[in-house]
Each structure stands twice: as structure tokens, then as C-alpha cells.
């Protein structure tokens, strides 16, 4: 066990990925962390996939005792398809994982005691020594506060004032279907597959990750969809708002999809799609919806409060990089207040290695969105609807 300079007590705001990467890394230091997280309860494990990247993996491997390739689900190629159905592949092995396995290793190697669902940050306070966490009228002081939470960061400004991310111009509609559900011959299609379609300003892509409690049995899986899809500020409201006639901003879970954007994403799946793909969103009962986004930051420290993963910086998902982001700030961090003596000179390096990277990131980002057809004017995110 390690002994940080400066360094007992880290309160991390944001209780997703990003904040349990670095909860996880600092708890290996031998220091008190606490994470509050505003939402209540698990997360429902139907959520989308993840690229297993190298940073990830060896993260489960060395701090969460979790072999990657246990719940992960190999694929062998890619696979490129024609509108007519046709397709052509290349040698290209990789590893998907679902956010519900990954979210599962993070949090069950972290003490039930130290994380704190349902509990909101409302304001953060800095001292000459450390941090005031507020929840409503309760203060906690730690010596050490982690900013993790999101690309809709509520105190990302405290770090980086004018740094709101901003609307790319089109969104990703997503499903998730068990693989039962698929017929075998369709099943075939895309098994260990990494699967594309790059159309006139849009891409589609799908692929394999894993089931209920990260199974990767045949059978037991679920494959992935992504679609993204042009759509302006008025689009996005539009799509975004439930069949309730609730608008949320900028995503839309599943289940809430108004039965008109419904319809028209069908229409547009028939006109547009090849056959395999077409099918697949077809058999999706709940698709949901995320709008694309662009943020950067020029700081990501301000004294004792750091911001980490997409509060900091916000990738579009081309990079299939943001838990990777997040899990290399967190070792990053580690590595810092190992091998560094003093805590200032700690951060200041780790701050330096996340600016380059992330920038890095986002500009790669950005490039892979125009090449694609898909970069239209950016719009501030908040001008596009609320937050949800």
C-alpha cells in the first residue's frame, strides 16, 4: 500500500464508468474514497456495447482481478457491407464487451460502503487544503475531489469555465437484441463479425456482446446495433422527446421512443439499409437514442478538484475510446501519485499526459465524423433541449 503525499480522503462525483475507474485505482492506494452518484440503484443491465480496449482490459485484469476474455465476446473480422446485401471482409481480431459487464466488474470490486446511490453533489467548495463536498445541507471534506460526472457535467465549470459540449448535428440510434430472438441464418450473418455500413452521411454498425451477467455463452448473447443518423436542433428535439410527450435533451432511453419517430426510423430503415441490417432493426422492440457530441477542455485541474473522463473531455463515439479515456485518466492518476513526491507535481503531470491525450482524441474524433459525411455545424448541447 502506497503512501500519497498530502493525500488521505477522495470524494469522486459521478458514480458511471469514469468515476468508478478512478475510485477503484485510488482505493488500491490505500486512500478513503467516497463516490456519490445522483441516480438510484444499478443500472439496467440492457445497455449498449463497448469496444474492449487494451487500457480496459488491463485495468480489470490488474486492479478488478477480472479476466477480460471471460466476459467479453471475440470477434475475427470486419466485415463491409453494400447496400444490395453484399458484403466483403478483412482479418481484424477484437474484443466487445457490454457496458453492463464492465459497470458490473468496476463496482463489485469496489466496497458497498463507499459508494452512495441516490445522493446528489450540489455544490463543490475548495479550501486551501482540500475540498467541501455539499449534498443538500450535509458537508463532507476530503482532501481530494474527482469530478466524473458525464458528458452534462454540473460542475465541470468549476474546472474549465465556457466548456459545455457542444452538438455534432446528428445522433446514434441504438438496439440491443437477444440473440434467441435472431433466426440462425441472420445470427450467421454476423457472428464473430465486426460488422459495417457506410452509406451517403450515415453509418451503420453492429456486432456481438454479451448477455445477462456477462454470459458469452452462443446463444446467450445480445447483439449490438448502432446507427447514426443526420438530424438538426429541431430533429433532435423531436426524436428525443417520449411518447409521452416528455422532452429529454439529449438522449432517449429505451422504451420511450414516441410511436411517429418510431415509424419514420422504420421507413428509413427500408429505404436505406441492406437486407441483414435492415432486419436487425426491424426485430429491436425498444431502440434509444444518444445525440453526438463534441467537448474539450484547455484545464482539467483547478488546485484539488480534477475533472476525469467525459467531463472533461467528450468524444464522439467513432474513436470507440470513451471508457478508454476514462480507464487511462484513472491509471494515469495512479501512476502519478506513485511515482511523484510531491501531490502539486503529481497532478500537474497527470494534467499535462490527459490534456495532450484527450485533444488528441477529440480532434481524431472530429475527423472520423467528416469523413463520414457526418459533421455538420456544431450548436451548443443546452441549445438543443435540457438535459433530461
Not at 52 to 62: D, E, G, I
Not at 132 to 153: E, F, R
Amino acid at each position: 500500500m502506497t503512501t500519497v503525499p498530502d493525500i488521505e480522503s477522495v470524494g469522486v462525483v459521478g458514480g458511471s464508468l469514469g468515476g468508478l475507474f478512478q475510485a477503484v485505482a485510488l482505493t488500491e492506494l490505500g486512500l478513503d474514497v467516497t463516490v456519490w452518484e445522483r441516480s438510484s440503484g444499478r443500472p439496467d443491465d440492457r445497455g449498449a456495447g463497448i469496444v474492449l480496449q487494451p487500457s480496459v482490459a488491463w485495468f480489470l485484469n490488474m486492479f478488478c482481478g477480472v479476466d477480460p476474455d471471460r466476459i467479453s465476446v471475440p470477434v475475427t473480422h470486419r466485415q463491409f457491407f453494400s447496400q444490395d446485401g453484399r458484403s466483403h471482409h478483412t482479418l481484424m481480431r477484437q474484443q466487445m464487451i457490454s457496458w453492463g459487464a464492465l459497470y458490473t466488474s468496476l463496482r463489485d470490486r469496489l466496497d458497498p460502503a463507499r459508494y452512495h446511490d441516490g445522493q446528489q453533489v450540489t455544490a463543490l467548495a475548495s479550501r486551501h487544503d482540500g475540498v467541501d463536498v455539499h449534498l443538500g445541507d450535509t458537508v463532507h471534506s476530503v482532501d481530494l475531489a474527482v469530478i466524473a460526472d458525464g458528458s452534462a457535467s454540473r460542475h465541470r465549470g468549476l474546472v474549465a469555465p465556457d466548456s459545455a459540449p457542444r452538438y455534432a448535428g446528428y445522433v446514434a440510434y441504438r438496439g440491443v437484441i437477444a440473440e434467441a430472438d435472431l433466426t440462425e441464418d441472420l445470427s450467421a450473418v454476423f457472428r464473430d463479425r465486426f460488422s459495417f455500413y457506410d452509406g451517403d452521411r450515415t453509418q451503420f454498425l453492429c456486432y456481438f456482446i454479451p448477455g445477462d451477467f456477462g454470459t458469452t455463452a452462443p446463444g446467450e448473447r445480445r447483439m449490438n446495433w448502432v446507427w447514426y443518423v443526420r438530424a438538426d436542433a429541431a430533429g433532435l428535439d423531436r426524436i428525443t422527446t417520449d411518447r409521452n410527450g416528455t422532452a429529454h435533451g439529449l438522449s432517449l432511453p429505451p422504451g420511450l421512443i414516441a410511436p411517429r419517430v418510431h415509424d419514420e426510423l422504420l421507413d428509413r430503415t427500408r429505404r436505406l439499409l441492406p437486407e441483414p441490417m435492415r432486419e436487425l432493426v426491424e426485430h429491436t422492440r425498444e431502440p434509444f437514442t444518444q445525440a453526438i457530441l463534441d467537448g474539450r477542455v484547455t484545464r482539467m485541474r483547478n488546485d484539488r478538484m480534477l475533472l476525469t473522463g467525459d467531463a472533461a473531455f467528450v468524444v464522439r463515439p467513432h474513436t470507440a475510446a470513451s471508457a478508454e479515456k476514462a480507464a487511462a485518466d484513472a491509471i494515469t492518476l495512479f501512476t502519478a501519485l506513485q511515482q511523484v513526491p510531491s501531490l502539486d507535481g503529481a497532478l500537474r503531470a497527470w494534467e499535462k499526459n490527459r490534456l495532450a491525450e484527450g485533444m488528441a482524441l477529440y480532434q481524431h474524433g472530429v475527423g472520423l465524423g467528416h469523413r463520414l459525411g457526418l459533421g455538420g455545424p456544431a450548436t451548443p448541447a443546452a441549445a438543443a433541449g435540457p438535459t433530461g
